[in-house]
């Protein structure tokens, strides 16, 4: 413990006496000063022990005595040490009062005992106090190794939290809960999310300080990893301001788990290389290969129905490696296997178990992004961040190849459409024709269909309207003339002429259903 205005009075050698303030002297004693100045407090920083001889000051007069005690109560000071038998013979009575009334301790020292003594004493204590906090730090350090070497980051967290008298947490990237100690621990770490996700906004390394849920306790949030974007965090939650030692446990915590957190990054390099090597052969229609390189490193996840993710960006940003931390946590918490296949800065492809966790996190990931371009505007939304993701339906390992054709069909349907996410179980729901907006499906319909509408337009018949009408009926005469209002050799003249001004025959099935897309195709432009 640092140095007390009580421990000083019971220091056998000073010898001081306690005149005021008796109540309190359990204040720790930053340092102790000596300033003979009528008014020292600008030299002051707080939580000091003033120690005078009152050589300037008018000890006798009370109102003299009420400003120099207030003011030195105000700067913090902690006690004050009046030395009798030079300038005085006794602490007068005028201060004694003053000091009584502000609860300012009030220490006599004896002519024998030199300011000098009362500083060594001081300076001795807190050097002791401070070799108590560096020895107490490097057992907590040589603890915390140890429990991370043998127990994993669960075990470094149950040994932290008794270090600091409270609690501990680690987050994922993504400000998911991995692990905390004690257990009760759990719910309160919880409610932190959202503090530890806008933590993860700022540049690493960062730290903040965040009153607890319902100020249950103080709790200390810092980032952890090297990298730009930090790879997890760490939540130390106590009753109190860490001291010395504790503060030495968390930084040593700091240091270990960064490690940890980097010796993981490598191991995930090494599996992603892995992970490339498995997915070309699942690719290239070899699945009993694939099997025997990953081995049990993607666990079941080739033995059961997967889904396949391919993901691009428009920038070299981090919105894919978002995208991949989201759906690799969720696979974690979950106890899922997962591959994530980065393919170069900005594609990126994941195999996921059909239903599961990760697949879910995918489609919660992209609609948040989806509703965040829908409620901003182009200018401020920075569009060209966001992923376009395309899902595939669930396949086997034989079937790879084709799911991860689904997934970059719908990924191009999903660029069309000016959307995040497309799975590719909505293209065959529902209508073709949302798919005949796109350009290029109207510039063939107008291309295709010009001649008729400027045949129509010199006012010598309605081949378009006739087209139509005769297609809806699928070639009957009567009933397309009926609809039309005209005599079924009319309709039989038009149709000839619309043979002969596009150069086919209606008698082609790929002409007539040609024909009918390019009418639904106008139709849906107007």
Not at 229 to 246: D, I
Not at 251 to 278: F, K, N
Not at 433 to 449: E, I, S
Request: include cysteine.
């Amino acid at each position: 413990m640092p140095p007390t205005l009580a421990s000083l009075v019971h220091h056998s050698a000073l010898k001081l006496t306690v005149r005021a303030g008796e109540d309190h002297l359990d204040v720790p004693v930053r340092w102790a000063h000596v300033s003979e100045l009528a008014d020292p407090v600008p030299y002051m920083e707080g939580g000091e022990l003033l120690l005078i001889t009152a050589l300037k000051l008018d000890a006798d007069d009370p109102k003299a005595m009420r400003r120099y005690v207030k003011r030195l109560v105000g700067a913090g000071v902690v006690g004050l040490g009046f030395a009798v038998g030079v300038n005085y013979d006794e602490i007068p009575k005028a201060l004694v009062d003053t000091a009584a009334e502000e609860g300012l301790p009030l220490l006599e020292v004896p002519r024998r005992t030199p300011f000098l003594a009362i500083s060594k004493a001081v300076s001795a204590a807190i050097a002791a106090d401070q070799y108590r906090a560096v020895t107490a730090g490097f057992a907590a350090q040589r603890e915390l190794t140890r429990q991370a070497l043998t127990d994993g980051p669960e075990g470094l967290l149950a040994a932290l939290a008794a270090q600091v008298d409270g609690w501990a947490a680690l987050y994922d990237a993504s400000g998911a809960v991995v692990a905390t100690a004690p257990e009760w621990a759990g719910r309160r770490a919880a409610r932190l999310t959202a503090d530890v996700e806008r933590l993860r906004d700022r540049p690493a390394p960062a730290s903040s300080v965040v009153g607890g849920p319902d100020n249950e306790d103080r709790v200390e949030l810092h980032t952890l990893g090297t990298g730009r974007r930090p790879r997890a965090a760490l939540a130390v939650g106590t009753a109190a301001a860490l001291g010395t030692a504790e503060r030495y446990a968390v930084h040593s915590a700091i240091a270990l788990l960064t490690l940890t957190t980097e010796r993981s990054r490598s191991l995930q390099a090494a599996e992603q290389r892995i992970g490339a090597a498995v997915l070309r052969m699942l690719l290239a229609g070899q699945p009993d290969h694939a099997r025997a390189v990953a081995g049990e490193l993607f666990g079941g996840l080739l033995d059961a129905p997967f889904r396949v993710i391919v993901a691009e960006a428009d920038s070299d940003g981090d919105s894919l490696g978002g995208l991949a931390e989201v759906v690799e946590s969720a696979a974690a918490r979950s106890g899922e296997a997962v591959l994530v296949v980065p393919e170069g800065p900005r594609r990126l492809v994941a195999l996921a178990v059909d239903g599961g966790a990760a697949v879910e996190a995918c489609r919660e990931y992209t609609a948040a992004l989806e509703g965040e371009r829908a409620s901003a505007d182009v200018g401020e939304q920075g569009e060209d961040d966001q992923p376009v993701v395309g899902l595939s339906a669930p396949a086997g390992p034989i079937a790879a190849a084709a799911a991860y054709k689904q997934a970059e069909q719908a990924l191009s349907v999903a660029r069309r459409r000016g959307r995040v996410f497309v799975e590719h179980e909505q293209l065959a729901a529902g209508s073709v024709l949302p798919l005949l907006a796109d350009d290029a499906v109207r510039a063939f319909a107008d291309g295709l269909l010009r001649p008729l509408s400027e045949h129509d337009a010199t006012g010598r018949g309605d081949l378009v309207a006739s087209l139509r009408a005769w297609l809806s009926r699928h070639g009957q005469w009567d009933a397309a003339a009926a609809d039309l209002g005209v005599h079924r050799h009319t309709l039989r003249y038009r149709m000839r002429r619309v043979e002969e001004i596009l150069g086919r025959s209606l008698d082609d099935p790929d002409v007539r259903m040609e024909l009918w897309l390019a009418l639904k195709a106008t139709a849906a432009a107007e």
